[in-house]
């Protein structure tokens, strides 16, 4: 992809095609309490709070996932480490409305990260999907 890095996540622990349970996704991301990764470009470390789990699995944007996106969104969850790690183009961001308070008093910062869950379509064909607007590719394969 044009030389950006991109992780490949082989382990899918949420399959369900009927959604997925976000109380399981919440309980996993806990294990991520404590630790912190650093982002290769910058060398910032960026610290796993306690208030990660339950804003990653409850909030608006993950309640208006929907399909595929929905199970990518999810299987993201055992790359976190590695999606912090390849972080790039660093930008700040207003909390709007005050929705955070003391939590986002100086805003917040959003990165760009990419990753891919390799998946067999009916068609044979392997679809890619990424972080910051998640969205099938549908090109080609690559000829090996």
């Given at each position: 992809?044009?030389?950006?890095?991109?992780v490949i996540?082989?382990?899918?622990?949420?399959?369900?095609?009927?959604?997925?349970?976000?109380?399981?996704?919440?309980?996993y991301l806990?294990?991520?309490?404590?630790k912190y990764?650093?982002?290769?470009e910058?060398?910032?470390?960026?610290y796993?709070?306690?208030?990660?789990?339950?804003?990653?699995?409850h909030?608006?944007?993950?309640k208006?996932?929907?399909?595929?996106?929905?199970?990518?969104?999810?299987n993201?969850?055992?790359?976190?480490g590695e999606?912090i790690?390849?972080a790039?183009?660093?930008?700040?961001?207003?909390?709007?409305?005050?929705?955070h308070g003391e939590?986002?008093?100086l805003?917040?910062?959003?990165?760009?990260t990419?990753?891919g869950?390799?998946?067999?379509?009916?068609?044979?064909k392997?679809?890619l999907y990424?972080?910051v607007?998640?969205k099938?590719e549908?090109?080609?394969?690559?000829?090996?």
């Open positions: 992809m044009e030389g950006s890095p991109i996540i082989n382990d899918i622990r949420f399959q369900s095609r009927r959604g997925i349970d976000w109380n399981k996704v919440e309980k806990k294990e991520y309490i404590g990764f650093e982002i290769t910058t060398s910032e470390k960026i796993i709070g306690s208030d990660f789990p339950d804003e990653f699995s909030s608006n944007d993950t208006r996932l929907k399909g595929a996106n929905t199970k990518a969104k999810a993201m969850t055992s790359a976190i999606l790690q390849i790039t183009e660093k930008a700040q961001y207003p909390d709007y409305n005050n929705k939590k986002a008093k805003g917040w910062y959003r990165y760009n990419k990753f869950i390799p998946v067999y379509d009916a068609d044979g392997l679809y990424d972080l607007r998640t099938k549908t090109s080609e394969p690559h000829e090996q």
